[in-house]
C-alpha cells in the first residue's frame, strides 16, 4: 500500500514536472544559446552556435525606427522580428514587434499561441482589448495614449485600433523567442482547406451562404 501511494507519488510529481517542461522556455543553463540555423539536430527552438563563433550581429536588429507602410486594407504595418530574424533571442523567452496604424488602422482579432504580451503607445491613441474565457467573454479594453502600457494576458484573443486622428505606433514586447500568431478570422474562414460551410453555420448560428460570403476565394 504504501508502495502504491508512492508510486502515484512520483507519478504525479512525473507529470507535474513534465508538464512545467512543455509549457515554458528552458531556463537558462548557460549565458546565451544562440540559434544555429544550419544544425541538423532538432529540438524545441534551435541548437546552439558554438559560444566563440557567436558576434555582436546575432543579438542586433536595425530598422524598428522605420514606419511601415499601412496602406493595406487593414490599415496597420506589423514589423515582427523573431528568432529568425534576432538568433541571439534563441531560448530566452522574449520577442518584440512594432505596428505602425494609419488613422482606423486595426490589428484585428488574433491570439499568440505562445506568450503573453505588453504592448506600449509611442505615438497616438489606441483601442487595445482582450476577451476572457473566465469569466467567459468578458471584454476588456482600454483606451492608451502616448506612453501608456498594455498587458495581454497569455494566449487570450486581443485587438488593437487606432482611434485618434493621426499616425499611431506601438511596441510591444512578447514572452516568446516566436510568439506565433493566429488571426481568428483567417483561421476560421480562410483555412486551406475550407472548414465545411456547414460547421461553421450551426457554429455561428447563420446560414450558410452567410458563410460562404465570408470565405473568401483562395
Ligand atoms: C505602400 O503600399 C502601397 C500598396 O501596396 C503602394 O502602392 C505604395 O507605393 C507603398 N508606398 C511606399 C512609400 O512604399
Not at 141 to 156: E, Q, T
Not at 159 to 174: D, M
Request: hydrophobic share 45%; net charge positive; aromatic share 8%.
Amino acid at each position: 500500500m504504501a508502495n502504491l501511494i508512492l508510486s502515484l507519488s512520483v507519478l504525479a510529481i512525473a507529470i507535474t514536472w513534465t508538464t512545467l517542461v512543455l509549457a515554458h522556455e528552458p531556463s537558462p543553463l548557460q549565458d546565451f544559446c544562440v540559434a544555429d540555423f544550419n544544425s541538423p539536430v532538432r529540438v524545441n527552438g534551435f541548437a546552439c552556435l558554438n559560444p566563440n563563433q557567436v558576434t555582436a550581429d546575432h543579438f542586433h536588429f536595425k530598422g524598428l525606427n522605420i514606419p511601415g507602410n499601412t496602406s493595406n486594407p487593414l490599415g496597420t504595418f506589423v514589423n515582427r522580428p523573431t528568432v529568425l530574424e534576432i538568433p541571439g533571442l534563441n531560448t530566452l523567452g522574449i520577442s518584440t514587434v512594432r505596428v505602425d496604424y494609419a488613422p482606423r488602422g486595426v490589428v484585428p482579432p488574433h491570439r499568440h499561441p505562445r506568450a503573453a504580451e505588453v504592448v506600449t503607445v509611442l505615438e497616438g491613441t489606441v483601442l487595445a482589448g482582450f476577451v476572457t474565457s473566465d469569466p467567459e467573454n468578458r471584454l476588456v479594453s482600454k483606451v492608451l495614449r502616448k506612453g501608456d502600457v498594455f498587458v495581454i494576458p497569455f494566449g487570450l484573443v486581443h485587438f488593437q485600433q487606432n482611434v485618434g486622428k493621426g499616425n499611431a505606433v506601438t511596441i510591444a514586447f512578447l514572452s516568446s523567442q516566436n510568439p506565433g500568431v493566429i488571426a481568428i478570422a483567417n483561421a476560421v474562414f480562410g483555412s486551406n482547406p475550407r472548414i465545411n460551410a456547414d460547421v461553421l453555420a450551426k457554429g455561428f448560428q447563420v446560414d450558410p451562404s452567410t458563410i460562404r460570403k465570408l470565405q473568401a476565394p483562395y
